[in-house]
């Protein structure tokens, strides 16, 4: 009789560690599903926060070279109140909240391009620089591009 109560609880031994293995496995494949849909949904939200912080950037830009036209147009004597307005678009750039990284990156550079336009325009000089905001803004998405996900470990 100790020959079949062995045999039967080494075979209950056995049923149970297969048991433990199974769900072991099934737990990790699930943890890994998860962490599979968490990561796409990231990455999609992360692309569409791009998205519209390119979109409010270029927008600021629009307004920005449509305000600096004005003032290069206007005689220098009375180019005051739009180069008011350009401190005032750059100053209200700066205090705008990107939604990525990538958007605070472009921004902040963007927005030393544009400070460094308006300061040249303040001390009376032409307002040519040797950069252009939208070649700035152009390169800063395209590194964030280039970049994206290189800061997620696997």
Not at 20 to 25: C, K, R, T, W
Not at 54 to 74: N, Y
Not at 77 to 104: A, F, N
Not at 106 to 129: K, N, P, Y
């Amino acid at each position: 009789m100790n020959d079949r109560t062995d045999r039967n609880e080494s075979s209950n031994g056995r049923k149970v560690v297969l048991l433990v293995v199974a769900v072991a496995f099934i737990a990790s494949a699930t943890t890994a599903m998860l962490a599979f849909t968490a990561s796409h949904r990231a990455r999609e939200a992360d692309a569409k926060a791009l998205a519209a912080d390119t979109a409010d950037l270029r927008g600021d830009l629009v307004s920005w070279k449509a305000q600096l036209g004005d003032a290069l147009k206007a005689p220098e004597q009375s180019r005051q109140p739009y180069l008011d307005r350009l401190v005032t678009l750059t100053q209200g750039l700066s205090s705008w909240k990107p939604r990525t990284p990538c958007g605070q990156e472009a921004r902040d550079r963007l927005v030393r391009t544009m400070e460094e336009r308006a300061r040249a325009l303040l001390r009376g000089e032409s307002g040519e620089t040797n950069t252009d905001e939208s070649s700035v803004l152009d390169s800063a998405l395209r590194e964030c591009e280039v970049t994206r996900g290189r800061d997620v470990t696997i």
